[in-house]
């Protein structure tokens, strides 16, 4: 056998133990070793118990913010035997008029589940807006990558708890992109059509500048 050939495959178990598991069922995440792009390393065997599985942050948060909305999060953060499984999930607790912003998961894509109350949820893609009134019961399903929102449409509080295809989401809101940073109004302005008032007063409410 070749040297490169030995070597490349040096490297290839290397990194399948470092990340496989004893069973090749799970791979804890030990946090005392950086993340790397297919997640953390595996946790030792002898200290991994059954609370790495399990956990109770999917509970209502007390906090509030502009939204009307307080979310809740199980990713492998909160429950390190996600590592490398590609899943997770959390909550979502609309007040009346509640809605989560625009946004996307660029590594995911998301089902969610209504759990309580009236929900209006929609992707949208370039050439069309795919729409659904949803109630206690109903799944709906944003792709990876597309640009999305949810609205309590009901007269009372709503609920609802989402699954991703990811272990750890990544999510970028829209207004976060435009308002809450240091592009220049002018230039935000240009690009989006915006009145330049209506931006400041954005830029103003969400922490940006410029």
Not at 85 to 96: H, M
Not at 186 to 197: A, E, F, G, M, V
Request: glycine share 8%.
């Amino acid at each position: 056998m070749k040297m490169i050939h030995i070597i490349l495959l040096f490297f290839y178990l290397l990194s399948y133990t470092s990340h496989a598991t004893y069973t090749n069922d799970f791979c804890v995440a030990n946090f005392m070793f950086p993340k790397t792009p297919s997640g953390y390393p595996c946790k030792s065997e002898t200290n991994v118990t059954a609370d790495d599985f399990a956990s109770s942050t999917l509970v209502a948060g007390d906090s509030k913010n502009i939204f009307n909305l307080r979310s809740a999060t199980a990713f492998v953060n909160d429950i390190p035997g996600l590592n490398g499984l590609g899943i997770s999930a959390a909550r979502v607790d609309f007040d009346i008029n509640g809605t989560v912003p625009m946004h996307i998961h660029p590594d995911s894509s998301e089902l969610i589940i209504v759990a309580q109350g009236q929900i209006y949820a929609g992707f949208i893609t370039p050439t069309k807006l795919y729409e659904k009134n949803l109630k206690v019961g109903d799944v709906f399903v944003f792709p990876t990558g597309l640009l999305h929102f949810l609205v309590n449409t009901g007269p009372k509080k709503a609920m609802f708890y989402a699954v991703y295809g990811s272990s750890n989401p990544s999510i970028q809101l829209l207004v976060d992109l435009l308002f809450r940073n240091k592009l220049p109004t002018p230039i935000i302005q240009k690009t989006t059509l915006l009145d330049s008032s209506q931006i400041m007063k954005l830029k103003a409410q969400f922490g940006g500048s410029g």
